[in-house]
């Protein structure tokens, strides 16, 4: 089974500077997607970015971006220019090429602060 | 276009009363499926159907039973709920394509409280 880590419970970034969100995953399969999700208070799931393990270019979601290291298992997600509305838990998330869109394996979020 | 509609949002139950969770979607969505999201665990997939009459069991599938008799809904049954159900649920559907384009769409969530 895979298993997706998300070892930062508590981030906190100052407005319009730069954070990194870590994710780590484990699996035996060679296809694969990552996600990366938001939620906010308003519980709502937002999808932010999503990487296909066979593309080695790195996605890129206006002042999103992901470090995706397929050796090293891990995905990262960048937030530039922070603004104070990405405030929310943030959740790494896998799916297997074999499953389907509804069967994701989620990590335990990180929870993202602004600060002015 | 009401997208992925869970009811009720809130609802407190006591323990060994059961109850249902409605999951409609009106996307013609082949997939569906059902996860919890508890403090500290992120959410983990409950059941799913991968179209009506098919059903599988997710990782966390103990305590709940699912059916899918038609493609626009997905109800969650709690036979005998229980303090540890205590839990936010959220549906969530897909149109089955290709793994580029499918996007999963999820309903505002349920908070459960069982007492």
């Known amino acids: 089974a895979q298993t997706v880590t998300q070892s930062q419970p508590e981030m906190s970034v100052q407005e319009a500077e730069t954070v990194t969100l870590s994710c780590t995953y484990d699996t035996s399969e060679s296809d694969y997607y990552l996600f990366w999700y938001k939620q906010p208070p308003s519980r709502q799931m937002i999808l932010v970015i999503r990487?296909?393990?066979?593309?080695?270019q790195n996605a890129t979601e206006n002042r999103f971006s992901v470090n995706f290291q397929k050796a090293a298992k891990s995905f990262s997600l960048k937030i530039s220019d922070s603004q104070l509305g990405d405030a929310a838990m943030y959740f790494c998330a896998y799916r297997s090429d074999t499953g389907t869109a509804s069967k994701l394996t989620f990590g335990t979020g990180t929870r993202l602060q602004v600060t002015l | 276009n009401a997208g992925v509609t869970q009811t009720p949002k809130f609802q407190v139950l006591k323990t060994g009363q059961s109850m249902t969770l409605q999951c409609a979607q009106d996307m013609n969505h082949e997939y569906m499926s059902w996860y919890r999201q508890d403090p500290g665990m992120g959410l983990r997939l409950i059941h799913y159907?991968?179209?009506?009459?098919?059903?599988d069991q997710g990782e966390v599938p103990n305590g709940y039973n699912v059916s899918r008799s038609t493609t626009e809904d997905f109800p969650l049954r709690l036979l005998s709920a229980a303090p540890s159900q205590t839990s936010v649920y959220f549906c969530?559907?897909?149109?089955?394509?290709?793994?580029?384009?499918?996007?999963?769409?999820f309903g505002s969530g349920t908070q459960l409280s069982v007492l």
């Open positions: 990487q296909e393990a066979y593309k080695q």
């Open positions: 969530a559907s897909s149109l089955r394509g290709t793994a580029t384009n499918e996007k999963l769409f």
């Open positions: 159907s991968v179209g009506a009459g098919i059903t």
